[in-house]
């Protein structure tokens, strides 16, 4: 039997010491990146013993990236990004260049060119968005505003990297890098057509793309076959991807992230999610591990000082920069805090970045194991910041008057303006949150001249609603102040429309106190909690799969017709 099978072997050895390290990272509470990275140290050129096939490893590795981009179109919403568009936006380019510039300065301090400071700079600069999730996901604020605006920031933050990506090429010569190609064509010439080439790939995909990618996925789900499905998720992932590389000289990247952001757009985008789900972790692993394939150990010794200075600048450069900037747009310190630790890690964007670089001759090869120090050691104490998070915030109140006076200063949107019209104080129905179902309540009482008063997370959010006339106060409902700048101490009736069911009880715990006759109607997910709700007498709850199989079941009833 063959057993150069370079092919084979690469896989096997890359998928099995990923599954060891990566559940020995898990066991000791850090991310399994961690693990997959240390991995590809082990089965790299730079250690003793075995050594993968390097070549190999980076084309399955593109397959990675092309899978990666693809999860991240597929979760991207650009309603998402303009509910938080107000602090993501200027926050994150703010952030990038602070970051950027920081990263500029310790290169030129240790003799490096412009161009390759810059690039050095820009790998530093930008977050992990799988590490994030991953980190807001176990601490269960994913879906809170803090977390909202957390993955916003990295949203922007990953749109203004995948253009970098495509500027890097034409612009790679001017920044002391090698070009493949030797012509007189202007530059402003070659960066004017990569653009015009881009935004033709990207006009293609949400004019022709939009309406064909759903047309073919309803035609293959209508088959029945599950595999034909995720075949055809698959493919139009690597392929578009493909396809967009050879006929419009767009990354990979940001071809898979179009099919992605695309593919959202069909009924079947859950689906596509779910099935491609596992192929795209699997592809991922190897991406991580190709990346720890190019790390070199040796600079941990050799260079320990800068490898601090590379985590002082993302660990405290970037995480101190967005919560000066967020506390500067008003927001509070916790979500400050929340902000400022998201962004303390450096992930895939910054190797994908970081790998485009060394190939274009632009990063120096030390520089590549920098960044992959640099992130090794971020991701690995990034649970440790987010939970020092309370104890700081708790610390910092405590010592600092300038702290508990950014506490403490009085938001325009947390309060009702003076100009509220009575019936809006009294007898009114408190709505807390403003989401789907929200909406949906806050049309029905509208319709029915109902009086009500908005209590909403989203300062955006209550800002759109006052300029449409309609009472809203910005907080977390489960502080009592919010609800008292409501008036539910006058209210009739409370009812609380967002999934947080964390806080269900504080909240009704406040109304009660405030006003002991008030009518209480819960929204819920969880048939347990529904339940629990229930038993504990708090008010009238509602479990949504309970009320559409009720609906559902009425309408049956009355339309069936014996035979």
């Not at 991922?284 to 590379?310: D, N, R, T």
């Not at 002082?312 to 747009?329: D, E, N, P, Q, R």
Request: with cysteine; charged share 15%; hydrophobic share 55%.
């Amino acid at each position: 039997m063959d057993h150069d099978l370079t092919l084979i072997t690469t896989i096997a050895s890359g998928f099995g010491l990923a599954l060891i390290f990566g559940f020995i990272a898990e066991r000791c509470k850090l991310p399994a990146l961690v693990g997959y990275l240390f991995a590809g140290i082990l089965i790299g050129p730079a250690t003793p013993g075995f050594v993968a096939d390097v070549s190999i490893a980076s084309q399955l590795s593109e397959i990675g990236v092309m899978l990666l981009m693809f999860g991240v179109g597929l979760h991207f919403s650009i309603n998402d990004l303009m509910s938080v568009k107000r602090i993501a936006l200027p926050g994150a380019v703010i952030q990038m260049t602070i970051s950027t510039v920081l990263g500029m300065l310790l290169a030129n301090w240790w003799g490096w060119t412009l161009g390759e400071g810059l690039i050095f700079g820009l790998a530093l600069s930008c977050a992990s968005t799988v590490v994030l999730l991953k980190a807001l996901e176990s601490r269960g604020i994913l879906e809170s505003m803090n977390g909202k605006i957390a993955v916003g920031w990295l949203v922007v933050e990953d749109l203004v990297t995948v253009l970098v990506l495509v500027l890097m090429p034409p612009l790679a010569a001017i920044l002391g890098g090698v070009t493949t190609e030797v012509t007189s064509t202007p530059l402003w010439q070659t960066i004017s057509f990569t653009l015009l080439q881009v935004t033709g790939f990207i006009v293609l995909m949400l004019v022709v793309g939009k309406r064909l990618l759903p047309w073919i996925l309803w035609h293959v789900a209508k088959t029945g076959s599950r595999e034909l499905f995720t075949l055809s998720v698959v493919s139009a992932a690597i392929g578009i991807a493909y396809g967009a590389a050879i006929l419009f000289s767009v990354s990979f990247a940001l071809g898979a992230f179009f099919a992605g952001m695309v593919m959202r757009e069909s009924e079947f985008s859950h689906r596509a999610a779910e099935e491609s789900l596992p192929l795209r972790d699997a592809f991922a692993v190897l991406f991580f591990v190709s990346v720890g394939m190019l790390f070199e150990p040796s600079i941990l010794l050799s260079k320990p000082l800068s490898v601090l200075a590379v985590v002082a600048i993302i660990v405290f450069g970037k995480s101190i920069a967005a919560m000066v900037i967020t506390l500067v747009l008003r927001y509070p310190l916790n979500t400050a805090l929340t902000v400022a630790a998201s962004l303390a890690q450096i992930g895939e964007f910054s190797f994908i970045l970081a790998g485009l670089g060394v190939s274009l001759g632009i990063l120096p090869a030390e520089g590549m194991s920098l960044i992959l120090a640099g992130a090794l050691i971020s991701i690995a104490i990034n649970p440790l910041v987010f939970s020092i998070i309370k104890p700081f915030k708790k610390w910092v109140l405590g010592v600092s008057e300038v702290a508990r006076q950014y506490e403490q200063r009085v938001d325009q949107f947390s309060e009702l303006p003076m100009s509220t019209e009575r019936k809006y104080l009294e007898g009114q129905v408190v709505l807390v949150g403003y989401g789907r179902v929200g909406k949906r309540i806050a049309k029905a009482l509208s319709d029915s001249n109902i009086p009500y008063v908005v209590a909403e997370e989203n300062r955006e959010i209550v800002e759109s609603l006052r300029k449409k006339g309609i009472p809203a106060v910005s907080g977390n409902a489960s502080e009592p102040s919010v609800l008292i700048q409501a008036h539910i101490a006058n209210a009739s009736m409370l009812v609380i429309a967002t999934p947080d069911t964390i806080n269900i009880r504080k909240m009704a715990e406040t109304a009660k106190a405030l006003r002991p006759e008030i009518k209480i109607v819960v929204r819920t997910h969880n048939e347990d909690e529904s339940k629990l709700l229930t038993t504990e007498n708090i008010g009238e709850v509602f479990y949504g799969e309970e009320e559409l199989a009720s609906g559902m079941s009425k309408f049956i009833v009355g339309q069936y017709i014996p035979q």
